[in-house]
């Protein structure tokens, strides 16, 4: 069943529409689970939305199917009672899982002796990573409800292979994987001038306090600082970001099926802003070409989460409170294991083209390239704030 999310929780619905392509495997196996569907383009609290008896893993869920997941991703938050737990899983998709809320364990079991199976302790603030086809159990053992946010490449898995037998009960090993299982976070810098880079484990414990390597040389914005993660082997990655009160970082695009998520924590607890999305057709600069209306507003907070679709030009905005941490699930340009389907907007001279300005190849909008009423809305919004834009305006003059 697809429900369109209420307009209070910030998400821009799209209604289906009476013809179009065949639905695919994964969005049959989504809709005969039974539970709420949110689409749009985001959604302004996902711990806000109604959720529902989810049979298949035992606890309340609801899956979120954004327009920019672009069947590649699809995500879901469900939860734990008290002293409860999940049913026994293990399929052939990725998993990232962040801990809303709770504690509890991450029991993961692999066919390769007793001594290869662990347990991995999860409270607010985890981020964890089942290895792959590996039977694994998520129990709560506090006295609260807890709530994950869970992130899944199972739309391409389910639409290549569309068999749930063997999605689902397969008996492969991935012992190279197996091998990687571990609850402490290696952290190396440096690789590929690209920071902080989480390369094994199975969990991240406490993301929100994670430390941040300044990215500002990035491009995106001044003073951005983040840290990317690959776990269990996997290409289902992402990165963690940090973003200064009132500035923004540079208009971009890449591949779609990234998905934001604006953490709940003291980093950010009172943070709030936007983030602008336009398709590539309106041009760098919409307002200019007359196109202010179809470029779209997502207001964000802490919990807030949204996905650009494939190609679209986005930029975030921070307007208050504190810094904003943020943390986004993508298949990317790893170092481990690139998803080299997904880097199909290019690299630049060995860089991301989505942090290379258009004019040198890449697919980021340079800030004197920038549409001058994107600027000055800012101000205006800083400004209501009671606030002080804390960019260098000289970075708006072409040098």
Avoid at 1 to 11: A, F, K, N, R, Y
Avoid at 225 to 252: C, F, K, V, W
Avoid at 330 to 339: K, S
Wanted: charged residues 20%; glycine residues 10%; aromatic residues 12%.
């Amino acid at each position: 069943m697809v429900q369109q999310s209420p307009t209070e929780l910030g998400s821009i619905a799209e209604p289906r529409i009476a013809k179009r392509l065949p639905y695919s495997a994964y969005e049959l196996w989504m809709q005969d689970q039974g539970i709420p569907i949110y689409e749009g383009h985001f959604i302004a609290d996902i711990t806000a939305i109604e959720r529902a008896e989810w049979k298949f893993l035992g606890g309340n869920g609801a899956f979120i199917n954004l327009r920019g997941m672009d069947g590649f991703t699809l995500a879901y938050v469900i939860d734990i009672a008290p002293g409860s737990e999940l049913n026994w899983q293990k399929h052939m998709y990725e998993e990232s899982i962040y801990v809303l809320e709770g504690a509890g364990v991450m029991e993961l079991e692999t066919p390769l002796g007793p001594e290869r199976s662990r347990e991995f302790n999860w409270e607010k603030g985890t981020l964890l990573a089942p290895t792959l086809n590996a039977r694994y159990q998520l129990r709560n053992t506090s006295n609260e409800v807890a709530l994950l946010y869970v992130v899944t490449d199972a739309p391409m898995i389910m639409d290549f292979y569309h068999n749930m037998d063997f999605i689902f009960n397969s008996d492969f090993v991935f012992e190279d994987r197996m091998t990687q299982l571990s609850e402490n976070n290696e952290i190396k810098t440096g690789i590929s001038g690209r920071g902080n880079l989480v390369i094994q484990g199975n969990q991240i414990h406490d993301v929100d306090h994670l430390g941040l390597l300044d990215h500002s040389s990035d491009g995106k914005g001044s003073g951005v600082s983040s840290a990317i993660y690959e776990m269990a082997g996997n290409t289902l990655a992402g990165h963690l970001a940090q973003e200064p009160l009132y500035t923004y970082d540079r208009a971009h695009y890449h591949g779609g099926g990234a998905t934001i998520l604006h953490l709940k924590s003291d980093v950010n607890a009172k943070s709030h802003g936007y983030t602008l999305l336009w398709p590539p057709e309106l041009g760098e600069r919409p307002y200019e070409s007359g196109f202010g209306d179809r470029v779209i507003r997502a207001d964000w907070k802490p919990g807030s989460v949204l996905s650009p679709p494939t190609s679209w030009y986005h930029e975030h905005f921070n307007l208050g409170g504190n810094d904003d941490r943020n943390i986004a699930f993508r298949f990317g340009y790893g170092c481990v294991y690139p998803a080299r389907f997904y880097t199909s907007t290019h690299d630049v001279n060995g860089q991301t083209a989505c942090t290379v300005p258009s004019h040198k190849g890449g697919t980021m909008i340079d800030w004197p390239d920038e549409d001058p009423k994107i600027h000055a809305d800012f101000e205006e919004a800083v400004n209501a704030e009671g606030g002080t834009c804390a960019m260098d305006h000289s970075i708006f003059n072409r040098a």
